[in-house]
């Protein structure tokens, strides 16, 4: 169903058109996941800015790409999982993270695996984890603040991953080598 239109910076209306200008600009391209915004202002608006805003975190980029696919991979997001895994191989994360990620392995760094972890379960959970979860964050070396920093960047991924699963967006071609499918899920049972 062709609910939404994938705008460009030529036909968004203003000032969306100039937000999507500036992002082929910054990227070479404008994502499908921006330019189905193009008609939203304040929508766009708000994703670029948590987009913003968790770029400028204390994170270094390896560890806002586990964000960033931890969480999409743990709401099924193929979108959000090709699409960062794009971003992660330009930032030059190392494959064997990435692939961890995306697959819901081990990491071998013990800081980065505890980083995981605690992505997942906040996703899976809705936050409420328990109090040994959040001290083995912390235990690994993370501080208060990154916390509340990997949930602003969480909160990113929930804004993306709900877009892109909603409006069923196509993947750009710039991402379509690092397509990801979902694992199976075993079936749930009906309620009685």
């Known amino acids: 169903m ?3 239109k ?3 910076p030529e036909n968004a209306p203003a000032p969306a058109n100039d937000i999507l200008g ?10 499908n996941v921006f330019a189905i915004m193009g008609g939203t202002h304040s929508a766009l608006k708000s994703f670029v800015e948590l987009t913003t805003q968790f770029g400028e975190t204390s994170l270094t980029a390896t560890e806002r790409e586990i964000v960033h696919i931890a969480a999409s991979v743990e709401n099924e997001c193929a979108y959000c999982v090709a699409g960062h895994t794009a971003f992660a191989k330009m930032q030059k994360v190392p494959n064997e993270v990435i692939d961890a990620v995306r697959n819901r ?6 800081k980065l695996a505890a980083l995981h972890d605690f992505v997942r379960a906040v996703v899976v959970k809705r936050g409420h984890l328990d109090t040994l979860e959040k001290e083995r964050f912390l235990a690994a070396g993370y501080s208060k603040n990154q916390m509340q920093e990997v949930i602003l960047g969480i909160c990113e991924k929930m ?3 709900l877009t892109s699963i909603v409006l069923d967006l196509p993947l750009d071609d710039a991402f379509r080598e690092y397509e990801w499918t979902p694992a199976a899920k075993p079936p749930t049972r009906a309620a009685a």
């Open 22 to 31: 500036n992002l082929k600009k910054m990227i070479g391209f404008v994502p």
């Open 2 to 4: 062709d609910l939404f």
């Open 6 to 8: 994938i705008y460009t």
């Open 105 to 110: 392995g081990v990491i071998a760094d013990p």
């Open 159 to 161: 804004f993306s991953n």
